[in-house]
């Protein structure tokens, strides 16, 4: 989740948090098209902020799947990149696409997002590894069947898409036979703490089993920020109905002296509960 209280934004949200009116949170349902519209609407308020905040972590050409900062070149997720087509799910300024370029694939990136992707083009232009970008929504890929070998995404898309056992179906569609699909979010048993990255974020206050979705809301009641929750087996069972294996979930282990605060990610939960999983799958 985003936030828990309404002043509780921190400086990289303030932009956002203004221009969009943002007054006020709750846990409601929301549907797909207003999903969509306020994670556009979030994304290109915020992304100015976001990569100000953020932009010298992640790098121009540096693939980190996570605030504990493990890297793909570390880990290894992936698989062999050379020669192979691949697809970033919700880019944001594409600087994982940009790594693998450097490493012989041939990667497209994509998101939602009109602000990130000017982020990404910059990006393009700055770091002189150029890879396509593309404007689209995670849910209805614009790409043929079979066209990919490998799709990732570095906390991008998947908790912000109301029906997130689509992206699964989507990815699928669009992968090759025996194709990886590796994503990372916030680890589900967050959903049951505060976004607080001291001693009050080690509190349980919210039920892991409640899927409602958290929103923030302007005066007029439109969605300005949403994100979706599901629970590992939730996730498991998008996955399986797709048509995918799960061959290993990874909990990345906050390292020793990194000193990071990332929102709620911070050395101290990060001793004590997990931040960010990433499922590795293999389309059947």
């Not at 979930?249 to 990610?265: A, N, S």
């Not at 997990?274 to 293999?282: D, E, F």
Request: aromatic letters at 10%; glycine letters at 10%; one cysteine or more.
């Amino acid at each position: 989740m985003q936030n828990t209280t309404e002043t509780d934004d921190g400086p990289e949200k303030f932009t956002a948090v203004q221009t969009l009116g943002t007054t006020g949170i709750t846990h409601r349902a929301v549907g797909p098209t207003e999903s969509r519209s306020a994670s556009r609407l979030w994304w290109d308020a915020d992304a100015d902020d976001y990569q100000a905040a953020h932009g010298d972590f992640l790098g121009d050409v540096r693939f980190r799947w996570c605030p504990e900062g493990l890297t793909e070149d570390t880990a290894g997720l992936l698989g062999p990149v050379a020669g192979r087509d691949v697809l970033e799910v919700g880019c944001g300024a594409a600087s994982c696409s940009r790594w693998l370029a450097t490493q012989g694939a041939r990667p497209v990136a994509l998101d939602l997002s009109a602000g990130m992707l000017r982020h990404a083009a910059e990006a393009n232009a700055r770091s002189g590894v150029s890879v396509p970008l593309v404007l689209a929504d995670a849910g209805e890929l614009p790409f043929p069947d079979a066209s990919f070998d490998v799709a990732c995404s570095a906390f991008g898309a998947v908790p912000f898409v109301a029906d997130s056992a689509a992206v699964m179906r989507e990815v699928h569609r669009v992968l090759r036979p025996g194709g990886a699909w590796v994503f990372a979010t916030t680890h589900p048993l967050r959903w049951a703490f505060p976004d607080d990255p001291g001693p009050e974020g080690l509190t349980v206050y919210h039920s892991y089993f409640d899927r409602t979705p958290y929103a923030e809301f302007d005066d007029d009641g439109r969605i300005t920020y949403v994100e979706h929750h599901r629970t590992l087996g939730d996730r498991v069972r998008e996955l399986v109905a797709a048509g995918f294996a799960l061959t290993d979930l990874v909990e990345p282990e906050w390292p020793d002296g990194h000193q990071e605060v990332w929102g709620q990610w911070s050395p101290l939960r990060g001793a004590l509960v997990p931040g960010t999983a990433i499922y590795v799958c293999r389309r059947l």
